[in-house]
C-alpha cells in the first residue's frame, strides 16, 4: 500500500482543494475574466507542481455567474518500501458562483482523473477517471480579513477532502495566512496544517505556506509555495 503521505494530500488537488482558494478575496472588483495560478508543495515523501486556470466567460471574476475550472499536475511520492511513484492528476469542472453581501459560493462539477506509475500490487496505479463535485465559500469577516473553505468529492479513489483558511491583510502589500486541510480516501485519512504570508506586487498575489502534516504513522513537515494572476 503506499504511504499515506503528502503525496496522498495532493490528490484533494482533484477536487481542487489548493489552487486560488489558498488567498482571500481582494477588497476591490475588478472586471478580470479569468486567473491564472502555479503552485509547488514538498514534504521528506513527495515533491509535485500544479497549475490552473479559472474563467469566467460570462462577466468578470468578481461577479456572479459562470465558471470553468481546469488543473494540472505532476510529480512523485515514496511507498513504504522507499520507491518512488510518479504521478499526474487533473480535472475540468463547471459550476456557478454566487454573491450574497459578504459572502460567496461556488458549485462545481465535472470530471477528474489521476495515473500512479505504480505496480498493480499497489492500491492506487494506472490511469483511473471519475466523476468529481466541489463546494467553494467565502466570508468576508471585515475589510482585511477572509474566511474561506472547501469541500469536495471525487469518485476517483473515493476522495473527500476539506479546507478552512483564514487570511489578513496587514497591508495592501502584506498578509498572513493560516489553515487546515484534510482528505480521506482508499488509503485513509491525512491532515495538513500551517500560518505563512501573502504578497501583492504589480497585480501577482503570493503565498509562502510552512507548517505540519501527517496520518495515523507518520508526522512530518509540510511546505507550499503558490502564485496567481488575474487577467
Known sequence: MPRKCWGALHAAFIIAVL??????????????????????????????VYSGAIAAPMGGLDQPGLRIRAYGGTGEYKLDDGTWVDKQSGHLLAGWAHWQGDLGLTIYAGVAAERHDAPTTQSKHGTKTGAAVLAEGWWRADPRTVVSATAGYADV???????????????ERWGVIAELRGIDDIDGPYWAAGAGITAHVRGIDAAVIAGASGDDDDTGFS???????RR
Open 19 to 48: 489552487g486560488p482558494g489558498i488567498f482571500a478575496s481582494r477588497a476591490k472588483a475588478d472586471d478580470s475574466l479569468h486567473e491564472l495560478f502555479f503552485g509547488t508543495d514538498v514534504s521528506v515523501t513527495s515533491r509535485f
Open 223 to 229: 511546505l507550499r509555495a503558490e502564485i496567481k494572476s
Open 157 to 171: 479513489y473515493e476522495t473527500l477532502s476539506g479546507r478552512i483558511g483564514v487570511t489578513h491583510e496587514i497591508t
